[in-house]
């Protein structure tokens, strides 16, 4: 989203008067069943660097509460997301090069869990870019290293510091950015790990880190039992809606904000009317 567009979203969010309210209390108001159509809850994944620049300061000038979901591995060794910039690479490489026969996105999932083995055997950052510029190479993708790198950083922990010291709520997202088979032990060990981590880098008691988000919105319910031991209070998913009363707290749904939906399209997903007409839809779609 271009910084324009973001902007004028919140405009909007203020002109159209919704009440933005701290995660935190949206939480409390949905489970007591007295959250009014017109408030809403403004949350943010993962912490680029984009976003510590241009979007948390903005946020704070107006006085508008924020919550920052920040996966903490790649924000304290200063490294690029691997996960999500060897998706955009094998993306990019298969609309590119489109290899005549094989099989779509299930090759580029294969892929995509090879290149992710070859850079995770270093942990040591030169030989992991080394790795990167043979893989960029070998795929033939026109892109450099450097802008690469760039773009998918996150913000340092001083930067998540000093943006929690200025109100911005910084909440859960796991430690390397997933939640691997979804089984009990790796998905504590990701949050815990990522509480530990934030806890320490901004102060704060662990108990105050109770939101979370899950990593590229892939979740079952089989997690639900571990968020519950953990004291989490709510997870956010990608599955887009609004919560009526009653909606799971670990099953929340988001409106996906992004540049191609336009202000109408934003304000028919507020208003709930998008959901009523997606549930239309499914009502009336011809069974085969
Ligand atoms: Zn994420």
Redesign the pocket.
Known sequence: MSEKTFHERLDFLERAGYRVLPLDEAIDRHRAGTIQPDEVAVTI??GWRGTGEVMLPEFVRRKMPATL?V?TYYVANEQP?LN?LVRYLVERWSREQPQPGTGGAAEEERRITELLGRLRRDKAWPARARELSRIVEELGVNVSVVDLCNAFRLMTSGDVRAASEHGIDVQL??HT?SLHDQTAAPVRREIATNRQVLADMLSTPEARLRHF?????VYSEAVFPVLRELNVRSATTTEVGINPPGAHPYALKRILDCESMSEIELEAHLSGFMSIAQKARALFRPRA
């Open positions: 994944d993962d979901y996966t997301v999500v997202h796991t950015h988000c899950y990593p590229s919105g």
